[in-house]
């Protein structure tokens, strides 16, 4: 169970990343859609002014509000003072910027408080979808103010990731499952596992904390898990902020896709 304490902190915490996220969504609205100014970082990945004005902006009023806690941001560089705070803000002011710049919208902004390792508040602002999805531990999953749950395994399951992952399944849950359309958002795809619309997802290796630390949280309060190649769920905001192939769902699937990834070389 939450240390109950630690969970009534973590809600105070939950307003202050509801209202940046928000605002944050905003911010990146408005250049949703409009041939935003685009970088390539490491040569293979867009970065868009979007994503600076919206990093900037949750920087600024994050740690205004909390200026003892960490922060580590794909879009800001990392300061390994974060590593002697009791608290981080993980951020991703876009995530799913290539399918942002495609003009899709299943892209979201993502924000948590980790505490420890473990997400303690996580917020997913999802504007163009018109979604917000949050939780905090002991607490359940929400989008849009209404609980959400992972669905009991259906007749015809469907899973989401790469091919060459879902390919690996026994021969026998191949005839069970439908293949789901990508989504460039990782954060968005762990948000449609949490909420019935997906019923798992591997994870390729190299996701970043501030890919998933705030969909984790969201998708364990919607009774689901997060798993790493040994069975356990990721650590985040250390001085490792990389992670290995993951897998996510529940239930029985759960254990089928995760004994997948445990096969895999590390």
């Excluded at 995530?95 to 420890?116: H, K, M, P, Y």
């Excluded at 997913?124 to 209404?146: D, I, S």
């Amino acid at each position: 169970m939450p240390d109950p304490i630690t969970t009534v902190e973590a809600a105070q915490d939950l307003p202050l990343l509801r209202d940046a996220a928000r605002e944050a969504g905003v911010i990146a609205m408005r250049y949703f859609g409009n041939s935003p100014q685009v970088w390539m970082k490491g040569g293979t990945s867009p970065v868009s002014e979007a994503d600076h004005a919206a990093d900037a902006y949750l920087h600024k009023t994050l740690l205004a509000a909390r200026p003892d806690y960490g922060w580590l941001s794909e879009e800001t560089v990392d300061d390994p003072a974060r590593l002697s705070a009791r608290r981080t803000f993980v951020v991703d002011p876009i995530d799913g910027t290539r399918g942002f710049l495609e003009g899709l919208r299943t892209w979201c902004v993502s924000v948590a408080v980790v505490e420890n390792g473990r997400t303690l508040a996580g917020v997913l602002e999802c504007p163009a979808m018109e979604e917000t999805y949050w939780a905090v531990p002991g607490e359940g999953a929400f989008r849009n103010g209404k609980r959400i749950a992972v669905r009991q395994l259906p007749e015809l399951a469907e899973i989401s990731g790469p091919k060459q992952l879902i390919d690996r399944l026994p021969a026998e849950w191949q005839s069970r499952l439908k293949r789901g359309a990508h989504i460039p958002s990782l954060a968005y795809r762990l948000a449609m596992v949490a909420n019935g619309a997906l019923d798992a997802t591997f994870v390729k290796p190299n996701a970043h904390d501030w890919d998933i630390a705030a969909a984790d949280l969201i998708l364990r309060e919607a009774g689901g898990q997060l798993l790493d190649q040994q069975g356990r769920a990721p650590l985040y905001a250390g001085e490792v902020i990389r992670h290995g192939a993951l897998a996510a769902g529940s239930g029985e699937l759960l254990g089928v896709i995760a004994s997948v990834i445990a096969g895999l070389d590390s």
